[in-house]
């Protein structure tokens, strides 16, 4: 950034006596370079640098025809503040570059109006752009991180591996080893783990597709290592089931040759994926998906086992088995499926389910407006965070102008960098960055006092002083960072005009005013960040997936199967994107040490075992034979009574009075008499996951009064 700007700013002050293009020359890889947290390589940033040139020369001469007067400079400040701090639904690149993008307009937007000098403007800009993307790019580049397709390249590959190795039934002791691996390995996965530059964050049809890779590939690492810790022949057996099939106990080795078959199908499937990750093209598939069709004959010699005579029918813990080879084989199913989209693009004909893979033939506009009107709610932090920047510069620039405030702008890029998602967080930065500006005033006003006005005698200062302020500035904290920037734009500004040591008094003065502008947007607007949205975001999810799981059970007990339709989920998947923005800006946040810990990673998960459950399970679960009225009844009533606790724990989320706990429901051994239906073992397997998983989630959340992250009472 220091050559980059050394190289734009000094032969247009001294060279050709250019100094509106200098000015430009020189805030350009300010803007772009340590005010924009742009993430990634030396090469990924330079690119993502060169898309926003463009849109920043666009910003500059809005700003010049703007700054014609107060009211019309403020109102686009209202607009390019909401518009560049709302891209942040994007990705983090754009999130990145917004800053810096936003800065150009600032510089542009204050007096004097002066339209004749738009031309030179541009110019400086797009020189000292350029200039950093080579320094970016061949100067000083950074090695290139591993990308998000390797990452999953591998992981996918271990979980082929581990597939291969449950179909052969290595010892329980090998298994145990694998499962500690597979669940690193899935979390390894974990957007928070992975560069911001190499998260698929985009609404773009492979963002999209590899993001939702990344989700089936996790969940088949879980369960594969959960196959790992409960082989075939664990667990407790049903004993009213299981009564008079001691003969199907014993053949359940035989009759489990179909699991191992189909683990086969997973671990070989897996093994293609990963190559085709890594060579970045799927290979053909010549008619429908061979892993779909191995589930569907999976599933139908289950249900021919079980309807089958007394003494062939499988016991239930070899059932129970069967279900979660079932669910992995489903999890594989769709994660070969995002691949596909994910590197080849639009897929044609339709990808079942349609409610997860409705991304697959949508075109991108409306992939994109999608996004954007999915975050256009009072709900959505993104929403929160782009009104609240907006409104503190479009104050900061009211108050600059109509104060005549000399230098104004940097009341605006104090508002830009000091500013916090919380009012806790914008105080913390606001106290030393005022330490250190009146530091670097103090420096920045004795240099002026010596020097006095002999422009010359500061071009060997700027230099020294961009370099400490770009390099030790992040590495001591924002003080140091605040201090060194007042003695940069002192060294600057001398150089361009004349100035005294007000020039320091004004920097004080702009800074404060920023400052407190920040600090009463905070405080008037969310001034508590994440903290509240996540817990109303988390609430309205459960709340909404409750009606999944009683419409699932309908689905499957319909009579004749097929009659009853499949319950919305697009209301959840919206919920979910929300409540995912909310919880990734809330694990940004400092961390409120008086607060009850929430486990709000387990809403998310849950949420999305429901969803996934309601998609696959009426899929490959629809009863062949008639269930008796009395598993019906226990399985609408189980229904019932998860939804239930579902709600109890929607209410706990938003700090409401929960409903009284019910008791632990089973039932009695009559009522699932009859065969033991692949359908009901499945149903059984998902209902009971969700309770245990809602159970966890509750007993992290304390004692009623004291949780949704509310504050210790003394005494309770």
């Known amino acids: 950034m220091t050559t980059a700007a ?24 300010v803007a772009l370079g340590i005010l924009s947290p742009i993430p990634g390589s030396g090469r990924q940033r330079a690119t993502v640098m060169l898309r926003a040139l463009p849109v920043g020369l666009v910003l500059v001469a809005l700003g010049t025809v703007l700054a014609v007067s107060t009211w019309a400079a403020v109102f686009g400040m209202l607009v390019v503040g909401f518009v560049l701090s709302f891209a942040a639904v994007a990705g983090p690149r754009p999130a990145g570059a917004a800053p810096g993008l936003q ?11 002066d339209p004749d000098a738009l031309g030179a403007r541009l110019a400086g800009l797009t020189l000292g752009v350029l200039l950093l993307v080579a320094c970016e790019r061949f100067l000083l580049p950074e090695p290139p991180t591993v990308s998000y397709r390797e990452s999953l390249a591998d992981a996918v590959a271990i979980a082929g591996r581990a597939a291969a190795a449950a179909a052969t039934a290595q010892p329980p002791e090998a298994g ?26 985009g609404a773009g049809r492979v963002d999209r597709a590899l993001a939702h890779a990344g989700a089936a590939a996790r969940r088949l690492l879980d369960q594969l290592a959960h196959l790992g810790d409960t082989p075939a022949t664990g667990g407790t057996a049903n004993t009213t089931a299981t009564t008079g099939r001691g003969a199907g106990a014993e053949s359940g080795a035989d009759a489990d040759a179909a699991s191992a078959d189909l ?21 053909p598939q010549p008619g429908p998906p061979a892993l779909d069709t191995a589930i569907r004959d999976f599933q139908a010699l289950r249900i021919t086992q079980a309807t089958g005579p007394p003494e062939a029918v499988p016991p239930v813990p070899l059932l129970r088995h069967q279900a979660s080879v079932l669910a992995t084989a489903e999890s594989a199913r769709v994660l070969e499926a995002a691949v596909r ?36 709610t009072l709900r959505s932090v993104q929403f929160q965070n782009a009104a609240r920047t907006a409104i503190g510069l479009g104050a900061a620039r009211l108050v600059a102008g109509s104060l005549d405030l000399s230098h104004g702008f940097w009341v605006l890029l104090a508002v830009l960098t000091l500013s916090r998602t919380t009012a806790a967080g914008t105080w913390k930065a606001v106290r030393p960055a005022l330490i250190g500006t009146l530091t ?36 001591l904290g924002i003080a140091w960072s605040q201090g060194l920037f007042t003695l940069v734009v002192a060294a600057a500004f001398a150089q361009i005009a004349p100035a005294s040591w007000h020039l320091a008094e004004n920097r004080i003065v702009d800074v404060v005013t920023g400052s407190a502008i920040g600090l009463l947007c905070g405080l008037l607007a969310w001034p508590a960040g ?58 940004s946040e400092p961390s409120d040490p008086s607060a009850v810990p929430m486990d709000w990673q387990a809403v998310l998960i849950t949420a999305s075992h429901i969803l996934l459950g309601a998609q696959w399970m009426p899929r490959f679960d629809m009863p062949a034979v008639t269930v008796t009225p009395e598993a019906a009844a226990w399985a609408r009533t189980a229904a ?70 509310q504050t210790k009472r003394g005494g309770q």
């Open 176 to 201: 145990a080893v694998a499962a500690d691996r597979l669940r690193a390995t899935g979390r390894q996965l974990r957007l928070s783990h992975l560069p911001p530059a190499e998260r698929p964050a």
């Open 530 to 587: 994440a903290r509240r949205e996540v817990r109303k975001t988390m609430a309205a999810l459960l709340h909404s997936s409750g009606p999944l799981i009683t419409g699932t059970v309908g689905v499957l007990l319909a009579t004749p199967p097929g009659a009853a339709p499949q319950p919305p989920t697009l209301p959840v998947l919206h919920r979910m994107r929300l409540a995912e923005s909310a919880y990734l800006q809330y694990r």
């Open 263 to 283: 683990l086969g199908r997973i671990a070989a499937l897996c093994a293609d994926t990963a190559t085709a990750l890594r060579a970045g093209r799927s290979p």
């Open 103 to 113: 800065l150009f307009y600032i510089l542009a937007c204050f007096p004097p109006y």
């Open 440 to 475: 670097g005033a103090v420096a920045a006003g004795t240099l002026l006092l010596v020097v006095g006005r002999h422009t010359d005698a500061y071009a060997p200062v700027l230099a020294p002083a961009m370099l400490a302020a770009f390099a030790v500035g992040p590495l």
């Open 341 to 376: 989209v994910g590197l080849d693009g639009r897929r044609t004909p339709p990808i079942q389910p349609r409610e997860l893979f409705w991304y697959a033939d949508a075109r991108t506009p409306l992939l994109w407006w999608r996004r954007l009107a999915g975050n256009m």
């Open 6 to 29: 050394s190289a734009g700013f000094y032969p247009f002050v001294y060279g050709v006596d250019w100094p509106a293009t200098a000015l430009y020359a020189l805030f350009g890889p």
């Open 640 to 709: 019932d009574r998860l939804v239930l606790a579902v709600d109890r724990v929607a209410a706990l989320s938003a700090g409401e009075r929960p409903a009284p706990a019910l008791p632990a429901y089973r039932p009695p051994p009559e009522v699932t008499g009859g065969p033991p239906l692949p359908m009901l073992i499945d149903l059984e397997r998902w209902l009971s996951s969700l309770t245990a998983q809602l159970a966890r989630i509750e007993s992290s959340m304390g004692p009623p009064g004291e949780s949704c992250g």
